[in-house]
């Protein structure tokens, strides 16, 4: 098959939702209409139940599932699908930011009852940055939910995106009758007890007025749908693919994952609206899927749960070209030709050795400690991907050797952990001490773990107290340097050398920003 063909049917996305809305369940229907299992109950939640946070065997072994379950591929129809998985646990956003570099669109799914939520709002940001082509599945109207059309102008005004129906719920809960598939124009009907792999009865019907609707949702249903499709046409636009693929309009849809109740609506439209691979950045030109050279970068690297075998597994992104076993490709970062004997493909929950990869496809390759989070692969071009940026942290700790005999285990350690991504060290500037930032709680003790497990070093947090870091930048050398030299206390490093501010609160910030206006504050590490 061509290049060219293989890149059309490739659709490469991630699921996101705030935990508990019904992530991995939409993600198992999707994969159960794939053919690629065929029992529900079959992908294991990569989430870290609520109340594991000290039990480390438990993080071990969900870190165990979350490698099985990285990269989810299967075919429907003619369109290969790959879902990438993003942790649940809020702890470990970052993974997520990072593995929203990697995928050409998303579905976000919200709990009806619930609305949009802290973590929807931050992933959100995170795809505007991006322009993220995205679609919105509103989930669990088999529960009561608040009104549609509340939760379409909650979507639009939280996630600031303007938001076009593809669907209109009848009722919720008890009441739930189904959904009218504005795109297919078809009626869908509900049936509590269809639980989990029946398909819905569907009714073809394009003319809403007919009487013979009342048959179907008692006459009182009707009459509300009929208002509300009618309120729907007048209030939102036509259904616009180009402002969708531009990251402006997120068609909606309305159901119930673990009912399977609307998942196959939004399937059909996914495969057929949602982006094939997409033309990526780098610092020097913009790589199109199509060229015939193959690149790729590394977007999240997975350590080994065996702590005898410090061997890693890193994710790389193919861009453009065809990836091949055993050829060689230049490793930009290190100068070095590399070539890979068993880069791995993820069908559902198998992993298999492959020959060939294509754009939008994801390859796992064997690493040994060479790669980090951002490593570019060409076929000699020396490139630089884009848009795969550190984020601010949120929680800050000193990182102390609790064991002057390994030290130098502990710095390879923490080196390797950072190359990982898994969190983010800075240097104070002031005293030479090294920070450790995080999204969540929970890092630092996996962190502690890790070192001791997997390197035999041991380490203490110290408590500090920053609000926020941010980079920052000026034209205006002579104000940089003022406020480098006021705020010396509060400034660090990265761990590529740039200036870091730590702001002690939000007021501190923003006193800073407006006393230095000729300086740039920024959350992300790239600008
Ligand atoms: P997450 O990955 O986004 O964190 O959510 P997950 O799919 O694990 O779903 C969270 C809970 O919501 C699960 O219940 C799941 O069964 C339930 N759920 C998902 N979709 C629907 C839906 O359409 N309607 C209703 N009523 N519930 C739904 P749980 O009790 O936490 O887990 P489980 O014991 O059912 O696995």
């Known amino acids: ?15 996101i939702a705030h935990p508990d809305a019904g992530k ?46 990285s990269v989810m591929g299967f075919n429907y129809k003619d369109v290969k699908i790959n879902i990438l998985d993003t942790p649940g646990h809020e702890d470990f956003a970052e993974d997520t930011y990072r593995t929203l570099t990697a995928v050409d669109s998303v579905i976000i799914v919200i709990d009806g009852a619930k609305g949009v939520e802290a973590q929807t709002r931050k992933l959100m940001n995170v795809c505007r940055m991006r322009n993220t082509p995205v679609m919105v599945f509103i989930n669990k109207l088999d529960r009561p939910c608040k009104d549609p059309f509340d939760l379409l102008d909650e979507v639009e005004r939280e996630l600031q995106i303007r938001v076009r129906p593809l669907a209109f719920p009848i009722s919720s809960g008890e009441t739930f009758k189904g ?42 249903f009707a009459e509300q749908l009929r208002e509300n499709l009618e309120l729907v046409e007048g209030v939102y636009d036509d259904f616009n693919r180009d402002e969708y693929l531009e990251g402006k309009l997120a068609p909606v849809f309305f159901g119930s994952a673990v009912n399977n109740f609307g998942v196959r609506e939004l399937l059909e439209c996914f495969i057929r609206i949602a982006p094939s691979p997409r033309p990526s950045t780098t610092e020097s030109r913009q790589i199109e899927p199509s060229e015939q050279k193959m690149t790729g970068f590394i977007f999240k690297i997975h350590a080994n749960m065996d702590p005898n075998h410090r061997d890693r597994i ?31 493909a993820f069908m559902a929950e198998k992993k298999s050795v492959i020959d ?14 060479t790669f980090k989070i951002g490593d570019t692969f060409t076929e000699g071009e020396k490139l630089r991907f884009t848009g795969i940026p550190s984020f601010s942290p949120e929680l800050f700790r000193y990182i102390e050797n609790a064991d002057p005999m390994k030290f130098k285990q502990l710095a390879k350690g923490v080196d390797q952990l950072m190359d990982e ?34 390197y035999g070093a041991s380490c203490r947090w110290e408590p500090i107290s920053i609000h926020k870091a941010c980079w920052i930048e000026s034209d205006n050398q002579e104000q940089l340097a003022d406020f480098k030299r006021r705020k010396h206390s509060n400034m660090a490093v990265d761990k590529h050398g740039r200036d870091v501010f730590l ?17 740039r504050f920024h959350f992300t590490s790239e600008f």
Not at 192 to 220: C, G, H, M, W
Request: aromatic content about 10%.
């Open 179 to 220: 959904v009218y598939n504005i795109y297919e124009k078809n009626l869908s009907l509900f049936t509590s007890d269809e639980r989990q792999t029946a398909d819905a009865e569907t009714v073809d019907f394009n003319d809403i007025s007919s009487p013979e609707l009342d048959n179907y949702i008692s006459p009182k």
């Open 24 to 69: 991995t369940t939409l993600t198992e229907k999707l994969l159960l209409f794939g053919g690629a299992i065929h029992v529900a109950g079959a992908v294991k939640s990569n989430k870290i139940k609520k109340g594991a946070t000290s039990d480390f065997m438990e993080i071990e072994r969900q870190r165990g599932i979350s490698v099985a379950t």
């Open 356 to 369: 060939f990869a294509y754009p939008g496809d994801i390859v796992g390759l064997h690493d040994t400690g």
């Open 1 to 15: 098959m061509a290049l060219i063909d293989e890149i059309t049917k490739r659709r490469t996305f991630a699921v």
């Open 503 to 519: 702001a002690d609160t939000s007021y501190a910030l923003a006193l800073a920003q407006e006393n230095f206006k000729d300086i």
């Open 421 to 454: 991504g898994v969190a983010q060290l800075f240097t104070s500037s002031l005293n030479g001490r090294k920070i450790i930032g995080t999204v969540g709680q929970l890092q630092f003790e996996v962190i502690q773990y890790r070192l001791a497990h997997e």
């Open 314 to 344: 890193a994710f790389m992104k193919i861009c453009s070209g065809t990836f091949e076993r055993n050829k060689n490709y230049l490793h930009v970062r290190s100068g070095k030709q590399l070539k890979f004997s068993s880069p791995t």
